[in-house]
């Protein structure tokens, strides 16, 4: 991508910093903002500079596109402290990568490659304070981007806005997660945006999850729109399942979204000697496995929870318990995983980023 000549990035500070506020040995997770946000408005064609401003309220008009034709892409990831103080990122530029693919799906402008990272790096100084050091905290960071230009008329917008705002954030305990297979609604559809980190894909994931939530489950797991025989994601996360000791997920496409931390797992688990096979699976194995034994972890992965087990699932009528293993896939690869992230070990996938 051709990069854009940015000049020094404005900082314009808070005066009524919240930081002395925030209790940082009990953190929720995403519930609480930092004292700055990076704006950047991309405006007659081209983008203006970032700037770093207080997180604030924004003013759009009531016509401005988003509210009406959802043009909005979002990312996730996290910033760590280590013990020395030094900060480190995991993998940005995926982030950044996968934010302009979103973006051209939905018809929006691409965001040049030093405007993402120099402008998240500012703020991260800005607000280097704000990183949690607790054991397994990190402040959350949301690069996201909307139409701001006015009409309602269905045609994408002139005008964006780019914005990253940040959380320190706990640990993400999903607690106890039962997951139901989906067998009605799907999330995505061939052709679809299923694979764009795109608004509207988790309004659309809401209503389903929450008749999940009235039968007793926590979650949903997205099948295949046409057949709904096999597996494809977990809620907002990408699937993983172990049969004996092979573990399995299925190969992303257009309705599954190719996420950095399954991607990170394959390559560790690899490494590791697990064997890894990336394909698709069908409901009716994982009940198959299940009867004969051989169903031994299922588990969500994602940036928020990195790995979040699940402890059963309810397929039609029936539901299914996993075992609760000693020497679990999920906890050890949570841990090699985290260990990278926390610079708490050597890197030899050249995973962390460090931000100076
Ligand atoms: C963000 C997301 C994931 C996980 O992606 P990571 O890059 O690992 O955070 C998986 N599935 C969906 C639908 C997502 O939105």
Same mark, same amino acid.
């Given at each position: 991508m051709i990069s854009t000549a940015i000049t020094p990035i404005d900082i314009k500070k808070t =005066?009524?910093?919240?930081?002395?506020?925030?209790?940082f040995g009990n953190l929720p997770f995403g519930q609480i903002f930092s004292d700055h946000m990076m704006v950047c408005d991309f405006k007659n064609g081209k983008w203006e500079n970032p700037k770093i401003v207080p997180y604030e309220p924004i003013s759009l008009a009531p016509s401005a596109k988003i509210f009406h034709y959802g043009q909005s892409v979002f990312e996730g990831l996290k910033a760590y402290k280590d013990k020395e103080g030094k900060i480190w990122l995991f993998r940005p530029l995926e982030n950044q990568k996968r934010i302009n693919l979103s973006a051209e799906r939905l018809a929006m402008p691409q965001i040049p490659e030093n405007y993402f990272m120099e402008g998240l790096k500012a703020l991260l100084k800005v607000?280097?304070?704000?990183i949690p050091t607790d054991d397994g905290s990190s402040l959350y960071i949301r690069p996201f981007m909307f139409a701001t230009s006015e009409g309602f008329h269905a045609s994408p917008a002139d005008d964006y806005k780019f914005i990253i705002a940040t959380s320190p954030s706990g640990a993400y305990f999903a607690g106890d997660v039962k997951v139901l297979i989906e =067998?009605?609604?799907?999330r995505s559809a061939n !052709? !679809?945006? !299923?694979f764009a980190k795109a608004g509207g894909n988790y309004a659309g994931q809401f209503y389903p999850t929450q008749l999940a939530k009235d039968k007793g489950f926590q979650q949903v797991i997205w099948t295949d729109? *046409? *057949?709904?025989?096999y597996i494809e994601e977990a809620g907002a996360m990408n699937i993983f399942v172990r049969i004996g000791d092979t573990l399995l997920t299925c190969p992303t496409s257009d309705r599954i979204l190719d996420g950095i931390t399954r991607k990170s797992l394959i390559e560790l688990a690899k490494s590791e000697g697990i064997n890894v096979e990336v394909r698709k699976i069908k409901v009716s194995e994982l009940v198959e496995a299940h009867k004969n034994g051989q169903l031994k972890e299922m588990f969500g992965a994602g940036t928020a929870a990195v790995i979040s087990p699940i402890s059963g699932f309810g397929f039609k009528e029936e539901t299914f318990n996993l075992p609760t293993i000693e020497e679990s896939y999920a906890s050890f690869l949570k841990k090699r995983m985290t260990d990278i992230q926390y610079n708490r070990t050597e890197d030899p996938f050249g995973w962390r980023y460090e931000v100076k």
């Open positions: =005066q009524t910093s919240r930081l002395s506020n925030v209790d607000d280097s304070n704000w =067998q009605k609604y799907a !052709g !679809g945006v !299923g729109d *046409t *057949t709904h025989e």
